[in-house]
């Protein structure tokens, strides 16, 4: 069994001088239990990496004291009761060390759980939170593990020290004799996110890794770099940490060097060495896909479903943050600038939408240290398509937060904060794209 571990560091995290939250481990038991295990720490837990570490211990160490055989024994609550035990025990050691003066708060040991225990017969998959699983068998996918977010937002997600952890917690078993499974992925969010973007869904690129995997393209951990370093089209995908457990079942082992995380940021910059790179765009494979500006749009259809609303901070906080990051100190994001493309989704005639920035992205006014404006030009379209326009331009400091959105409260008071008036006060779209991705909405 050939295991590939990789850990790298989020472009974010290093410029910001904060280490890797994410956590990966790999053992084999006496009792014959192979474990994987991949636990992510939240980047606003006083304790992230803590976290995420101790979650791994408490699991492989409850697997090596039970086989998996007693463990399915169990019925399903007691099961999914015992692996969240395992890990909070493991917690509160963590925080008995420290010796605290005040009771610590459970956000700040917040870390989601992604795990694969197999023995000769059984495969036994765990996912808490976000991030992927997926399991694949001669080209075909077998089993596949998708985020769970809360109220279907993403990056806002559940951890072992959640209430209801129980409850979100996902188990699901294989018989190897039923059901062969050759190659077997997990990933943290950060990973899963551009394994989502490449082909507009993660099955078909998790696939096609995996066929390099057979063909024995990649075989260690610098090939798996390499082509996971080839799958971000755009650095802005690689701020948060990636953790990816990568297992061939028929490889024969090869030497194991101990995981160190690998720095993005250098990966990022050896790929594009001159100044001039090329621009993200969008990739929408939909022949019924119609694009158009955003004032264009505004003005025939009027505002945006709150996963639209979602859809477009995302993007283009992401966009507008990558063309900062070649340089530009302020860019266009008029109405008449931002594109929206919109396309098809399903055979009722139900629309998706996909938004980029223009193809003239620079304002030809724009002045060193005006980056703050293009925070607040985005807060303004976002409010645009919560058919909150008037209320945003009328506002004297803050803008009020949409009483018909259903999006979360949170999600609004930093798009509110982007669109300060007061620019001294205002965030800027690094900022705002760092509560939008990053942010750790507890319980």
Known sequence: MNIMRYLGRGIHHEQNAMPCQDVILDRRAENG???????????????????????????????????????????????????????????????????????????????????????????????????????????????????????????RTYFTVSPDADRHLRLHTLDRTQTPVRNILLTSDGAYHALKEYYGSAEPTVLEMIELVKKGEVADAAGLRSVLSQI????????????????????????????????MLREEEAKYPSAAKKPYRYRVRDCHAREMTWAAYDKAYGGLADADIETMALELSRQIEQEHLRGSDCVDVRPERVRVTVRRASAD???????????????????????????????????????????????????????????????????????????????????????????????
């Open 33 to 155: 239990n192979q474990i994987l295990a991949l636990s992510d720490g939240a980047s606003s837990a006083a304790y992230a990496q803590q976290a995420a570490v101790e979650n791994c211990r408490g699991l492989c160490a409850y697997f090596e004291e039970h086989s998996l055989e007693d463990f399915l024994a169990l019925d399903e609550p007691a099961q999914k009761r015992a692996i969240v035990d395992a890990c909070c025990c493991t917690l509160l050691e963590f925080l008995a060390g420290l010796e605290l003066s005040e009771r610590a708060n459970r956000a700040d040991l917040a870390a989601t759980l992604l795990f694969v225990v197999m023995d000769e017969r059984h495969i036994l998959i765990g996912h808490l939170g976000d991030g992927g699983i997926f399991c694949v068998d001669d080209g075909k996918m077998v089993y596949a593990s998708a985020p769970d977010n809360r109220n279907g937002v993403s990056n």
């Open 232 to 263: 971000a089209l755009a650095p802005i995908q690689r701020m948060d940490d990636w953790s990816v457990l990568l297992v061939d079942v028929q490889q024969p082992v090869p030497p194991q060097e101990p995981v160190e995380p690998v720095s």
């Open 349 to 443: 005639g139900a629309c998706g939408y996909a938004f980029r920035l223009g193809s003239e992205r620079r304002k030809k006014t724009a002045r060193a240290g005006e980056r703050a404006w293009d925070a607040y030009a985005l807060s303004a379209l976002l409010y645009q398509a919560a058919g909150e326009g008037k209320a945003f331009a009328e506002a004297e400091r803050f803008p009020p937060i949409p009483r018909a959105s259903g999006l979360p409260r949170t999600f609004w008071q930093a798009v509110r904060r982007a669109g300060c008036k007061d620019p001294a006060r205002r965030l800027t779209v690094e900022e705002l794209r760092l509560f939008l991705f990053a942010q750790e909405l507890g319980d």
